[in-house]
């Protein structure tokens, strides 16, 4: 009888693969159908935003930073406006009213990128209906940031100082609408996942990764409370008045692609609730920055009828403001985990460096040790519950 | 704030500096990183187990010219440390030949960080294993991070023929694929 030869077979997935949520590619090596190496390469996306952000001014950046991640655009330029006004010294006089407007949106903004995640993964693993109702769910959210900026994915909301503009007619009842809506429609979703046999032959046991690593892979957020790590940045160092809402922090223990689905799930539940409690204490009109014409735009009637707010102008429109100099670093928790801005100012109207502490780009680099082994099958599965956003890897 | 730190680690072997958001900020000697590094995540007091973040901020034309920084934490739970607090390390990075050692052996998050330190600023880091360019490239020339690296290169532009035929060539050209199809 002549000898078998056997030998593996190397792949190349990607960088134009649906499966790879943007331009991710991955060269495996796989004997039969099993996985024995594989090797990750990333940079197509590379548009050196902090490169960029170096020659502009400090309120320039904002657009610049909600296209890194760009589906937790708004916890990006959270996390910006919160490092840059603790080296202004203004976060004592922020007001009330714009920090649980941020709330409002950031919790939005979670749903919002939880919804693409769960869309694309579920349509990856092969449920296409689900990605189905949650683009629809996720219509109305971008029906809201239209109606807040005129911009639905990246609407620059957020000001150094606080916010843009008020919030507009109609956006309590616009909220209030979805915050209705949507609980009924999330228990839809698990109806058609949580207990389906395909889905859990999928998910269950697959990708796992232990306690140890993850940490020691710097993954927090959602991938490390599906492991029993109930780190959350809201939590243990609050911002924005976290501290005084209610919600609680889901922690599964097994760590695998299950458990990661199980926590997001539980965490769109959990921005429902912090939505309610902060959308009770938004009044419909009120302050939206912190009233200091150094930094925020003068409101126009003071711009045409006084000259010193005309100087402000100005002042904001041509030169920006400078920002005393130092480092700081304001971590938010976004969608994917700890999202933070390293910023250095040296005292001009430009930031010396910007470095963003990017979620994705570390849950990138665990992905070959948690693919090895496994099936290729599994790849697809793993890859779309670290959820990473090529946007935020490569920057 | 640096009591805990004071207590914990030999006398000497960090610098508090103050920063201006108020992070605890220690500068480490490029020599005693490795070891000081492993005595912050190990020891039971200190216990930061997390590195948020590696980067490298360049000063020139001051010498010394970098400063690489590494964002700890430590997270307050589940072993991970007994109440969430947050350290920043510095180390100061010379321009002539600038290079750190590896960090790699204590994070695993550590390797592709180390590698975007030197694809950025061009920073060796000493006993990394693959050490190769990570966002731009890999025959990119220079390290776009660095403050001194243009940041509009003009080049000269390439000019290239396009491609003619002459009338006669594109009859010739047509007749030649109506015989190939006839045949």
Known sequence: MPELRTETMTVNMGPQHPSTHGVLRLVLELSGESVVAANTTIGYLHTGIEKTAEQKKWQQIIPLVERMDYLGAQSSSLAFCLAVERLLGVEATMPQRVQDIRVLIAELQRIASHLVWLGTHALEIGAVSVMMYCFRERELLLNINEMLAGFRMFPSYFRIGGLREDIPVGFHDAVNAFLARFPGKLEEYQGLLTKNQIWLKRTKGVGVLSKEDTISYGLVGPLARAVGVGYDVRRAFPYCGYDTYEFDVPVRTAGDVFDRYMVRIEEMRQSVRICKQALGRITPRGVFDIQDYRIVPPPKDKVYTEMEGLIQHFLIYSQGFTVPAGESYVPVEGPRGEHGFNIVSDGTNRPYRVKLRAPSFYACQSVPQMIVGGMIADVIAVIGSTDVVMGDVDR | ?183
């Open chain 2, 1 to 183: 704030m640096f009591e805990l730190l004071e207590q914990n680690l030999p006398a000497g072997s960090f610098e508090p500096v103050h920063a201006a958001d108020g992070m605890p900020t220690v500068y480490l000697s490029r020599e005693g990183l490795v070891g000081t590094l492993q005595a912050l995540r190990d020891t039971p007091e200190l216990r930061y187990a997390f590195l948020a973040d590696i980067t490298c901020v360049d000063y020139y034309p001051r010498e010394p010219r970098y400063e690489v920084i590494y964002l700890l934490a430590s997270l307050g739970s589940d072993g991970f440390g007994e109440t969430p607090k947050r350290l920043r390390v510095k180390v100061r990075v010379p321009g002539v030949d600038p290079s750190v050692p590896t960090i790699t052996g204590l994070w695993k998050a550590a390797d592709w960080a180390e590698r975007e330190l030197w694809d950025m600023f061009g920073l060796r880091v000493d006993g990394h294993a693959d050490l190769r360019r990570i966002l731009m490239p890999d025959d990119w020339e220079g390290h776009p991070g660095r403050r001194d690296y243009p940041v509009q290169i003009k080049e000269p532009v390439k000019v290239y023929e396009p491609l003619q035929v002459t009338e006669d060539e594109f009859v010739a050209s047509i007749q030649a694929s109506r015989d190939r199809s006839k045949r």
